[in-house]
């Protein structure tokens, strides 16, 4: 993993202020915490449960001491809400990540909308194969400070398989910063040319494949990032279950590992892999990521 | 320069938001003014096919009285700020909470949620617009009233007033909401405040007993528009009957909707069945027992084949009708007897009541919202595909078994088209019927999110030429849904919105008014 020492340094020493006082962290600032106080994982009886428990887990290791308390739904939250609302209320001040199926998402979300949350990355994963792409993942976060693509894509490019992870950040960091465009071997990486950049990261497909993968039209006025050595997100962990990498790559952002972040409204990556790709059972699922 | 906001509104500066803000604050406190894209994440979500960013808000606030509602409303027509009101914000398939337009800041009012009167003499209550139906139904537990609602599929989470002002339905013999509307306090955008019909008189107690008042019935402009922001709701709960007998009829081929239809019809007009009748096609209710990829892979609609085994493999009908009785022992039986004489005639029916079905889901779920209980396994239909993309296409047509093939031909020739599934039931009102589709489709899936966006609108487009209009719709889609009904009519809203909104602070583009 490569980091950025300076973001890093500044993390662990609020949150260790943070830890010795024991309060929510978002209670001073106008932003989140990086690195949470108490983590949650919440497991929504989905069947992907387990192997992304794995992952998050992995995720753990060199973290936090602390590990994860886990939480678990029986059946999702569409015959009774009870139990989730009282979860919510006892949970205040924690760090929150959670797998839901679609239908428990949804709802989901409405009672965290209630609950006064800040939410900071909501993804939804997909293995289908009635798409052009098969492995997709969607995520909308806060910023790019709380992305998780990278780390994702980092991950993903080890192992065989075609995929498209796409981000969106409500807002962009404020402050100026030195931009530096995630980079790695066999991506070729681009920004659109609007104030609002959009980056897109190609591998085995050309710019206009990856934009019409992703559902862009317009593939004009892109410009090319030169290649930077070693401004990716290094693989610590590696599993051959996808959706136990989804759940480490998930969990370590909410854990605050660095990533390298872009300033950019949108980033995608793209990756079309040559080798035949072993045929999985079809999955879905949504996972989350909130301050409580 | 980035802005610190994630969205401003339509023509509105950076510095005149400043200042609406800073009014806000002052008026609600810091923490009731929301601008923090960590704030608003949750208010942002939507699952029609279209960007997030087309109805991201720029802010949110949360109100808690009629006299802060009265000062929001002045702040943003000093600073042209428009303001999308929600309830409890569970539109789900309609825009859920998000604005109907980018920039537009979210008056949320899930905190105003005092229940003000339930007389259980009179079977009505009158409530603030952020109390929920699970507020109500522990209130009637606890006070241990015999009073029951009616209740959308959200149930627990939404509430009467905004399920209501958007004209949505129940399953109850109350189940046509708005018909069962009585009073309504509202707040206009110069700030007075309204109290519709017998409200109007300072000493009456009958604001929510008689609907009409004296002169024109203001009640109707209220809903589906963006007139006023409603800040009390009154109406009518049913008794709880002494037997309550929720029953299933299945029957197997596509071609029995129109025996089903002609059945019902007469039974619903005389009142022997008194709630709304749901016909849920197999694919509107396989989520509860299956999933899509199980039946299969590949793009394109599921083919009839498929559907025909799945109704196999978990015991389903291809139509599955569901209804209740509701009185005396005696009126059930009686009732009962003619019920399944109508619908035995052709031997095509299979009976099941909650003795023959056990802990079926499917029955399960049903019984529970036909008595107005707290259940939101329906939305187990945004598992059979998954992907979260759901849109809600909701013609009417009269209660014919002649309009049901017609209108299903159209279906899924229109969906088919587009890769999508038909995935729908019909509902026999009274006269009427609605023709409700979830059309469901996986957002994470470009192509085919594009394909769901082509196919609802033609799906608006064809309906509408053949004389089926909507009656409710999404954020996306509101323009052309109100185009379907004519300039006219669209004038008609126009004037109405200039007179009483005349710098269009409140929720533009709802219905299509502007």
């Known amino acids: 993993m490569e980091i950025d020492r300076r973001s890093l340094m500044k993390g662990m020493l609020a949150g260790g202020a943070l830890l010795a006082f024991g309060i929510p962290s978002w209670t001073f600032a106008g932003s989140p915490a990086r690195r949470p106080n108490h983590c949650v994982l919440l497991l929504g009886g989905t069947s992907v449960d387990e192997m992304f428990e794995n992952g998050a887990r992995a995720a753990c290791v060199g973290m936090t001491d602390e590990g994860l308390q886990t939480e678990r739904l029986k059946s999702g939250l569409l015959a009774s809400t009870d139990g989730m609302s009282t979860l919510l209320e006892q949970s205040c001040g924690a760090r929150w990540i959670a797998v839901m199926d679609d239908a428990s998402a949804v709802i989901f979300l409405e009672l965290v909308r209630m609950a006064n949350v800040r939410l900071l990355s909501m993804g939804t994963h997909a293995y289908s194969r009635d798409s052009a792409c098969s492995f997709r993942h969607a995520w909308a976060a806060t910023s790019p400070t709380h992305s998780v693509g990278g780390v994702l894509a980092s991950q993903f490019i080890q192992r065989p398989g075609s995929f498209s992870i796409t981000e969106t950040f409500l807002q962009a960091p404020l402050e100026e910063r030195a931009l530096t465009s995630w980079s790695a071997p066999g991506f070729s990486s681009y920004r659109s040319g609007e104030a609002d950049a959009m980056h897109i990261h190609c591998s085995g497909l050309s710019l206009s494949d990856g934009c019409e993968l992703i559902g862009l039209t317009a593939t004009d006025g892109w410009i090319s990032i030169p290649q930077q050595r070693g401004v990716h997100d290094s693989v610590r962990w590696q599993s051959e279950n996808w959706v136990e990498s989804v759940g480490y790559a998930v969990t370590a952002s909410a854990l605050g590992m660095d990533s390298f972040r872009e300033s950019c409204s949108d980033r995608a990556f793209v990756h079309r892999s040559r080798d035949r790709e072993r045929i999985q059972p079809t999955e879905r699922f949504v996972s989350f990521v909130m301050d409580l | ?514």
């Open chain 2, 1 to 514: 320069m980035a802005s610190k906001y994630i969205a401003l509104p339509k023509g509105v500066s950076e510095q005149t938001f400043d200042a609406a803000v800073t009014d806000f604050r002052r008026v609600l406190g810091e923490a009731n003014v929301l601008t923090s894209a960590y704030q608003l994440a949750s208010y942002t979500k939507i699952m029609m096919p279209v960007p997030e960013a087309n109805h991201t808000p720029s802010a949110a606030i949360l109100a808690t009285t009629v006299e802060q509602i009265q000062e929001i409303v002045g702040i943003c027509n000093k600073h042209k700020v428009p303001i999308w009101t929600i309830s409890t914000g569970k539109n789900l398939g309609y825009g859920s909470a998000a604005p109907a337009e980018r920039g537009q800041m979210v008056l949320d009012l899930h905190r105003m949620n005092r229940i003000l009167e339930v007389d259980a003499d009179l079977c009505y209550a009158l409530v603030e617009p952020g109390v929920t139906y699970r507020q109500l139904y522990d209130y009637f537990q606890e006070h241990q009233l015999p009073l029951w609602l009616s209740v959308p599929a959200p149930s627990a989470i939404a509430g009467p007033t905004g399920n209501t002002l958007d004209r949505g339905v129940g399953y109850t013999p109350y189940g046509e909401h708005f018909m069962n509307a009585c009073g309504m306090e509202v707040v206009l955008a110069n700030g007075e405040v309204l109290r519709t019909a017998m409200g109007g008189l300072p000493n009456s107690n009958t604001w929510q007993v008689f609907k009409w008042g004296y002169g024109p019935y203001l009640d109707g402009i209220f809903t589906q528009s963006n007139y006023g922001i409603v800040t009390k709701f009154g109406f009518w709960l049913m008794p709880a009957p002494p037997v309550y007998k929720p029953f299933q009829i299945q029957y197997q081929d596509e071609g029995d909707i129109v025996e089903i239809v002609e059945t019902i019809r007469p039974l619903r007009i005389s009142g022997t069945i008194p709630n709304s009748v749901v016909i849920a096609h197999a694919l509107y209710e396989a989520g509860l027992k299956a999933k899509r990829s199980d039946y299969v892979s590949g793009p394109g609609s599921i083919s009839d084949e498929a559907v025909h085994r799945l109704i196999r493999d978990h015991k389903m009908g291809l139509w599955n009708v569901y209804a209740a009785l509701y009185g005396t022992q005696e009126q059930v039986d009686v009732n009962w007897k003619i019920v399944t004489e109508a619908f035995g005639k052709s031997g095509k029916a299979k009976f099941l009541t909650e003795q023959d079905v056990g802990d079926d889901p499917q029955f399960g779920y049903r019984a529970a919202l036909m008595r107005g209980g707290m259940d939101m396994r329906e939305f187990n239909l945004y598992n059979w595909r998954g992907g979260g993309g759901s849109l809600w296409f909701a013609p009417v047509s009269q209660a014919r078994g002649s309009e049901t093939l017609k209108q299903m031909t159209l279906a899924k020739r229109i969906l088919t088209k587009h890769g999508l599934d038909y995935t729908g039931e019909f509902i026999v009102g009274m006269r009427d019927m609605h023709h409700i589709l979830d059309m469901l489709y996986d957002r994470t899936d470009p192509a085919m999110t594009k394909a769901a966006y082509q196919c609802f609108d033609e799906l608006v487009t064809e309906f509408s030429a053949q004389g089926y209009g909507s009656y409710r719709t999404n954020t996306a889609f509101m323009d052309k849904v109100a185009d379907t009904y004519g300039p006219v009519q669209r004038s008609v809203n126009r004037t109405l919105k200039k007179a009483l909104d005349p710098n269009g602070i409140l929720a533009p583009g709802k219905s299509g008014i502007r």
